[in-house]
C-alpha cells in the first residue's frame, strides 16, 4: 500500500483546511486509514482515523467537533475537514494506514499545517 498526502499550507485561526490521502496498491490489506500530526518539539501523535470498509470514524480529543474524516471509496481518498483552526494545530500532518493481519503502519509523506495570524 502506497500513501500520497496532499492539502495543508497557511491558515489564519479559526480557518479551514482539507487534507487528502489517496491510496493506491493492495487496498484490501487496509484496515484503517487517518492522520497523525507532530508539532516542532513533541512527539506524534495521534488526530483521526476511519475504517476502510465501514463507516466507523475515531478523533483525538483535542479536535473532536472540529475535524471530519470522510472515504471516498471512488478514489480510494481519506479526507479530513479541518475547521476552527487553532495555533495549537499547527504540526506536519501524515497520513497512516494499518494493514495486514499485523495491523502494520504504512506512512504517506507530511504535509505541513500552519496556523498564524
Known amino acids: 500500500v502506497q500513501l500520497q498526502a496532499s492539502g495543508g499550507g497557511l491558515v489564519r485561526p479559526g480557518g479551514s483546511l482539507r487534507l487528502s490521502c489517496a491510496a493506491s496498491?493492495?487496498?484490501?490489506?487496509?484496515?484503517?486509514i487517518g492522520w497523525f500530526r507532530q508539532a516542532p518539539g513533541k512527539e506524534r501523535e495521534f488526530v483521526s482515523a476511519?475504517?476502510?470498509?465501514?463507516?466507523?470514524?475515531y478523533y483525538a480529543g483535542a479536535v473532536k467537533g472540529r475535524f471530519t474524516i470522510s472515504r471516498d471509496d471512488a478514489k480510494n481518498t481519506v479526507h479530513l475537514q479541518m475547521n476552527s483552526l487553532k495555533p495549537d494545530d499547527t504540526a506536519v500532518y501524515y497520513c497512516?494506514?494499518?494493514?495486514?493481519?499485523?495491523?502494520?503502519?504504512?506512512w504517506g509523506q507530511g504535509t505541513l499545517v500552519t496556523v498564524s495570524s
Open positions: 497512516n494506514a494499518k494493514v495486514g493481519s499485523t495491523w502494520s503502519d504504512i
Open positions: 476511519i475504517n476502510w470498509t465501514a463507516n466507523s470514524t
Open positions: 496498491g493492495r487496498t484490501d490489506s487496509v484496515h484503517t
